[in-house]
């Protein structure tokens, strides 16, 4: 009966740990392409913010059991203060320190997200990108200490968890660029075109070289005293 608990227990922590690696990838993953803001017609931008925020509360449940089925195990002595005290495990202090790690970060990016309102946007931005640290801290944890990280099929959950983040940042990357060149050449052209007919008040540069300003013509027009014949 003692030896079904305990073997239970030990099944849940390994269950609990990889849903919660997996479920961190979705999180980072969806947090990268809403930033980058991907959209399409059939899933728009608040679609994606949104189940980007129930995909981190569901990792942190997972990790949430994960983290108390580690600790009350009777095999496994980790200890309460593990639980947030990095490298306080007795129980290989180094892979389990890892874990803690990780869980400080997320907590981290947690806490800033739920007092959003109240807390200055950059600095909610910097504490959100510890999420970028969090994610390998804890797959070198779930690497380090799993049961089943010699398994094949385990292997192929974590490369499928690296190939998805490397490819939303390869995609935001990527994006970045793109969105850099094209708001460079937008700034060309506006920068080629000396005035808009709605400008204000502006200046133009003559043949001669030497700019003069040009007043808005209060005609029923709206051209300007340049534009009239
Ligand atoms: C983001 C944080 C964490 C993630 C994603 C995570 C994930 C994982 C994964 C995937 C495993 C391997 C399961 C297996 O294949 O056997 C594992 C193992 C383990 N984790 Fe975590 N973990 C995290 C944090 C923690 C923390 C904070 C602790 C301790 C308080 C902890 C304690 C353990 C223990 C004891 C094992 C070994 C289970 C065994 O005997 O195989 N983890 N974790």
């Given at each position: 009966?003692l030896?079904?608990?305990?073997?239970?227990?030990w099944?849940?922590?390994?269950?609990?740990?990889?849903v919660?690696?997996?479920?961190?990838?979705?999180?980072?993953?969806?947090?990268?392409?809403?930033?980058?803001?991907?959209?399409s017609?059939?899933?728009?931008?608040?679609?994606?913010?949104?189940?980007?925020?129930?995909?981190?509360?569901?990792?942190m449940?997972?990790?949430?059991?994960?983290v108390?089925?580690?600790?009350?195990?009777?095999?496994?002595?980790?200890?309460?203060?593990?639980?947030?005290?990095?490298?306080?495990?007795?129980?290989?202090?180094?892979?389990?320190g890892l874990?803690?790690?990780?869980?400080?970060l997320?907590?981290?990016?947690?806490?800033?997200?739920?007092?959003?309102?109240?807390?200055?946007a950059?600095?909610?931005?910097?504490?959100?990108?510890?999420?970028?640290?969090?994610w390998?801290?804890?797959?070198?944890?779930?690497?380090?200490?799993?049961?089943?990280?010699?398994?094949?099929?385990?292997?192929?959950?974590?490369?499928?968890?690296a190939?998805a983040?490397?490819?939303?940042?390869a995609w935001?990357?990527?994006?970045?660029?793109k969105?850099?060149?094209?708001?460079?050449?937008?700034?060309a052209?506006?920068?080629?075109?000396?005035?808009?007919?709605?400008?204000?008040s502006?200046?133009?540069?003559?043949?001669?070289?030497?700019t003069?300003?040009l007043?808005?013509?209060?005609?029923?027009?709206?051209?300007?005293e340049?534009?009239?014949?």
């Amino acid at each position: 009966m003692l030896a079904s608990y305990s073997t239970t227990i030990w099944y849940t922590i390994r269950a609990t740990g990889i849903v919660a690696l997996v479920l961190l990838t979705g999180t980072l993953v969806l947090g990268i392409l809403t930033a980058g803001r991907a959209k399409s017609r059939s899933w728009p931008a608040f679609a994606q913010a949104d189940l980007h925020k129930r995909v981190s509360l569901l990792a942190m449940v997972f990790l949430a059991l994960h983290v108390l089925t580690a600790v009350i195990d009777t095999y496994v002595n980790v200890g309460w203060a593990s639980v947030l005290v990095p490298f306080a495990s007795p129980y290989r202090p180094f892979w389990t320190g890892l874990g803690t790690v990780a869980v400080d970060l997320m907590l981290a990016v947690a806490i800033s997200s739920a007092l959003r309102q109240r807390i200055a946007a950059r600095v909610w931005r910097g504490i959100h990108w510890l999420a970028y640290a969090s994610w390998p801290v804890a797959m070198a944890h779930s690497l380090g200490m799993g049961t089943d990280a010699s398994r094949l099929w385990m292997d192929a959950v974590a490369a499928s968890c690296a190939l998805a983040v490397g490819g939303a940042l390869a995609w935001r990357i990527g994006d970045h660029k793109k969105s850099k060149e094209l708001a460079l050449g937008v700034g060309a052209i506006t920068r080629a075109v000396p005035v808009r007919p709605e400008a204000p008040s502006s200046a133009v540069l003559s043949a001669n070289g030497s700019t003069r300003s040009l007043r808005r013509s209060t005609s029923a027009t709206g051209l300007l005293e340049r534009d009239r014949p």
